[in-house]
């Protein structure tokens, strides 16, 4: 019936059309969707409330329109994930202001003080409960001062950043083209989507025994610098042998002299070849030596080959095909820190792709070439701009943060805190 939440019955096809209404918060769209199937359930015996839709707020305390746009409306407003830039910001805002003011419980980086601090920029049906288990998904710990927690970076996550920002800022001072590999998936709608959101849909319908119908999906794969899209190719998955392929053959050979390539740390980006052994098959064996160009014939027997491996090849006990055939060729590879993931032009140009797929004619798969090939060099040229701007003010901030962090922590060493809500939390990198 109009108005009136979807039934249990059709939650299947609701969440089979997650492509649609991108509810990327998996945990609070399951927790709706037990809520309203637990009001349904009571509401056959038990006539308290006048519809499922007032039971269900009445147990949650949660505003009617949450449950309503969520299932009724596919295009309503998205569920949506904290964005852990404005989390990282206003951190770093507490302890710079903490580093010039007399440390105090309001102006301790508390978990309790950051969600306050947050209001209204955060979705309203997060409470800090949920915000504390996204600050911990996010990479951040807390802190054991006198009395009380602090919330800090996973150092593992600061020292990630900070060394990829040197190496980012350097290669741009030597003026070095800089290649950003990025992955996208179209619905038959014309929907685009990340390969990040797109893995998690799929995760998403895995754990709900939902099959996510492939039919009609694009899949697309291309390298975006300050002068546009390159390499760009539809595949029909996102595997390693795929894109290994990828790189090695159709981006390797577009790239001028000294060029450096940053992909994201995806499980399919991670083409680790390991060292041959006495235990590895003898074509194994020739092809990690000619890999490393180290001379040698086939009528060698494998203890042969295998010497000239320990003697003439690295010492590591693993490579990267991909980060191995950019170095032979001269060019360099970064691996993008998942904290920072978003600070590409990449990013820049998939917001822009959004806005206007479903305004271009044509085929499905030349949608994304046709949006590409529109927009102009000074307009790739600002995207770049823009994201050398932000790496620079973030390694400022790291910096920064650097420098007053010890001093922070030791000022809240003899202040009393009242955040007994994060007893419970990990307390260290290695929690």
């Known amino acids: 019936m109009a108005g009136q939440p979807c039934s249990s019955k059709t939650l299947s096809s609701v969440v089979n059309q997650e492509f649609l209404n991108r509810s990327s918060n998996i945990e609070s769209a399951r927790f709706l969707k037990r809520i309203m199937q637990k009001s349904e359930e009571e509401g056959k015996s038990i006539k308290t409330f006048s519809s499922d839709l007032e039971r269900a707020h009445f147990y949650t305390g949660l505003d009617r329109r949450t449950f309503f746009t969520q299932y009724t409306n596919l295009k309503a407003t998205e569920i949506k994930d904290i964005e852990r830039s404005l989390i990282q910001e206003r951190l770093i805002a507490f302890y710079m202001n903490a580093s010039s003011l007399s440390p105090s419980p309001d102006t301790a980086p508390t978990t309790k003080n950051l969600f306050v601090a947050l209001y209204g920029k955060i979705p309203h049906y997060v409470d800090i409960r949920m915000f504390r288990k996204c600050l911990a998904n996010l990479g951040y710990v807390w ?113 001028p002299e000294k060029s450096v390539v940053i992909i994201h740390n995806y499980e399919h980006h991670d083409d680790v070849i390991k060292k041959p052994t006495l235990f590895s ?32 090849t690295s010492e590591f006990d693993e490579i990267s095909k991909i980060e191995n055939s950019l170095k032979l060729r001269g060019h360099e590879l970064l691996r993008l820190p998942v904290c920072i993931e978003d600070m590409t ?47 620079q003010d973030t390694l400022q901030a790291d910096i920064t943060m650097d420098r007053i962090f010890d001093t922070v922590v030791a000022a809240f060493q003899k202040v009393r805190l009242k955040d007994a809500e994060d007893s419970e939390v990990p307390l260290s990198d290695s929690d």
Request: glycine share 2%; proline share 2%.
């Open 143 to 255: 802190l054991r001062i006198f009395k009380g927690y602090i919330v800090m970076e996973r150092p593992s996550l600061t020292f990630e950043r900070y060394y990829y920002l040197k190496d980012i800022v350097r290669y741009r001072e030597e003026n070095r083209e800089i290649f950003y590999v990025d992955e996208t998936v179209m619905s038959s709608l014309n929907n685009y989507y990340s390969f990040k959101e797109f893995n998690k849909l799929m995760n998403t319908a895995v754990k709900a025994d939902i099959e996510i119908i492939q039919k009609g999906l694009v899949k697309n794969i291309y390298a975006i610098s300050k002068s546009g899209v390159y390499a760009l190719k539809t595949i029909d998955d996102f595997t390693t042998n795929n894109f290994a392929n990828w790189v090695i053959n159709e981006v390797i050979p577009i790239l």
């Open 345 to 391: 032009p990449a990013k820049h140009f998939f917001d822009l792709v959004k806005l206007n797929a479903r305004r271009v004619k044509g085929n499905q798969d030349e949608v994304l070439k046709n949006i590409a090939d529109s927009v102009s060099q000074e307009t790739f040229e600002n995207f770049d701009r823009h994201v050398a701007d932000a790496e």
């Open 281 to 312: 098959i003898k074509s194994d064996i020739i092809a990690w030596l000619e890999r490393n160009d180290v001379p040698h014939t086939e009528e060698m027997s494998k203890c042969e080959l295998v010497d000239l491996i320990d003697t003439y």
